[in-house]
């Protein structure tokens, strides 16, 4: 094995070892010319963090200054680039100048995900889905949408969770998700 032929491209933290990252694949459908040619999918599991019963570490997946509970989206760059191992698209939702100065990743492409374990894509309508691990009753298969947010640990399927704990709470599902 060369000292070339392979590379760190993005160091994600948890602060435990389950939900960690899952699937990094490219967009089959992409071709040359396509703004989704050559970009790299990562699935970012949330550490664990929506089950701390500390409101803060809960509501990492919800927060865009961390890549827990995550969808990804770099471009590699060629090995002997200087400018480092991959860009962020210019079309990642949250990579815009004001975005970025209140201290989010640029790399996110969706959010609010437990552990978004399994990435494919719909050769049909060109579409990302995401398979997430669920919490309680609920196990979700999503289509994927720039810049959306799935709700956890805000809610799961069609259950509100507490904003201090894994549990359910009595409250109707609200019509925006809050941020």
């Given amino acids: 094995v060369s000292e070339l032929s392979h590379r760190e491209m993005l160091r994600v933290t948890y602060s435990s070892n389950i939900h960690p990252l899952g699937d990094i694949i490219f967009?089959?459908?992409?071709?040359?010319?396509d703004a989704d040619y050559r970009m790299m999918y990562i699935a970012s599991g949330d550490g664990a963090a929506g089950e701390s019963g500390n409101a803060?570490?809960?509501?990492?997946?919800?927060?865009l200054n961390n890549y827990l509970g995550k969808v990804l989206r770099i471009q590699p760059n060629a090995v002997s680039d200087p400018s480092g191992p991959y860009t962020i698209p210019s079309d990642n939702p949250f990579n815009t100048s004001a975005d970025l100065?209140?201290?989010a990743k640029g790399e996110i492409w969706a959010y609010g995900f437990r552990n978004p374990h399994r990435l494919s894509?719909?050769?049909q309508s060109n579409q990302l889905i995401v398979d997430n691990i669920g919490l309680h009753s609920y196990?979700?298969?999503n289509f994927v949408t720039k810049g959306q947010n799935y709700g956890y640990s805000t809610i799961e399927g069609n259950?509100?969770?507490?904003?201090?704990?894994?549990?359910?709470?009595?409250?109707?599902?609200?019509t925006t998700l809050p941020i």
């Fill in 27 to 33: 967009d089959p459908n992409a071709k040359p010319g």
């Fill in 56 to 63: 803060a570490t809960r509501a990492q997946d919800q927060m």
């Fill in 101 to 103: 100065a209140a201290g």
């Fill in 121 to 123: 894509w719909d050769s």
């Fill in 139 to 141: 196990e979700e298969v």
């Fill in 159 to 174: 259950q509100v969770l507490s904003s201090t704990t894994n549990q359910v709470t009595n409250a109707p599902l609200p």
